[in-house]
């Protein structure tokens, strides 16, 4: 399961991998995956994460729950 430090949330879902491996570095605005690129605009802190499935991506992801406690999933930054 995901590991959230202050900096930098590992082991998250992400469209450049298989799996719930990718690091996130965290940012002012979102969080933005350290190996694609891939931002995800939220508003840290990042309270925690959970597995879900993802109706756009139409598989289980990871999704984070920012400081305002919305939900968007790691992988396509949707609701
Ligand atoms: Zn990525
Ligand atoms: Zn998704």
Do not use: H, Q, Y
Not at 1 to 7: L, N, Q, Y
Not at 30 to 41: A, H, L, S, T
Request: charged residues 30%; contains cysteine.
């Amino acid at each position: 399961m995901a590991r959230i430090g202050k900096e930098r949330i590992e082991d998250l879902s992400c469209k450049c991998t298989k799996g719930d491996i990718a690091p996130f570095k965290v940012m002012e605005d979102c969080i933005e995956c350290v190996w694609c690129g891939n931002k995800i605009v939220c508003k840290p802190p990042i309270e925690f994460v959970l597995k879900e499935r993802c109706k756009n991506c139409g598989e289980t992801t990871t999704f984070i729950v920012d400081s305002l406690g919305t939900k968007i999933c790691t992988k396509c930054g949707k609701f």
